[in-house]
């Protein structure tokens, strides 16, 4: 079935360091989901991806949507403690297919 | 904004009862809901969507008869697993979604982990 595939897996950084994460797909997608979820948390929702090319920007983190829409990625400028946790992107359309996830953690 | 509930935040069972899990929308009317599972270190996996007043739908290899969905409120859903096993201990997740457009936003309750012994 359709699923998105989410690199890395893990990402360890040094506080201060930047991150990305990314999703990639091999069909198009309608829209593209970001969750935050903090160790033993629930995801919370970050954002949602709709239109080709699409940049959104929050504070230090910037969301992308690929022209094809078919992939898609999280950047973290100057990664701070507060960070930790794993970020999952999620394939809309109906039912949401999550990404495996990339486990970020960060030394002081 | 959307909260979501969940009860039990976490329970222990012994091998063979049953559990019920409920998820509610607080303040506001949750057409769909979905239920998820997770298990350490791993990503969320979609057990079933479930309508409000209809059958819920179930994703392949999830056993509807292990797991019992009830939609029957627009602000309640409740996943019972049937004759537990260790190998159903998991975190379980549900999300409501207010709308009925796919872009419409999930709200995620805050899970109920489940220990079977």
């Known amino acids: 079935g359709q699923q998105v595939m989410q690199i890395p897996q893990y990402q360890h950084v040094q506080e201060g360091e930047d991150f990305t994460t990314y999703c990639n797909s091999s069909?198009?997608?309608?829209?593209i989901q970001w969750y935050k979820q903090r160790p033993g948390g629930h995801p919370v929702f970050l954002i949602q991806?709709?239109?080709?090319?699409e940049v959104k920007k929050q504070k230090r983190l910037t969301f992308q949507f690929g022209e094809a829409k078919k992939n898609s990625s999280l950047h973290i400028t100057a990664t701070q403690t507060t960070d930790v946790g794993t970020y999952f992107c999620?394939?809309?359309?109906?039912?949401?297919?999550f990404g495996q996830g990339t486990e970020l953690s960060v030394k002081p | 904004g959307a909260v979501v509930s969940q009860h039990p935040s976490w329970v222990i069972c012994k091998s063979g009862t049953s559990v019920k899990i409920e998820c509610r929308s607080l303040?506001?009317?949750?057409?769909?809901m979905f239920w998820y599972r997770q298990f350490p270190k791993q990503s969320l996996m979609l057990m079933a969507t479930?309508?409000?007043?209809?059958?819920?739908?179930?994703e392949q290899g999830v056993e509807k008869d292990k797991f019992l969905i009830n939609h029957a409120s627009l602000t309640l859903s409740t996943l019972t697993v049937t004759s537990a096993h260790p190998e159903d201990s998991s975190f379980y997740i549900c999300?409501?979604?207010?709308?009925?457009?796919?872009?419409?936003?999930?709200?995620f309750g805050p899970g109920t982990r489940l220990t079977v012994l």
């Open positions: 999300s409501a979604r207010e709308g009925t457009i796919s872009t419409d936003t999930q709200y």
């Open positions: 069909t198009t997608l309608s829209n």
């Open positions: 991806l709709v239109k080709s090319g």
């Open positions: 999620a394939q809309g359309g109906g039912k949401l297919i």
């Open positions: 303040d506001f009317q949750a057409t769909t």
């Open positions: 479930s309508n409000e007043g209809s059958k819920a739908t179930y």
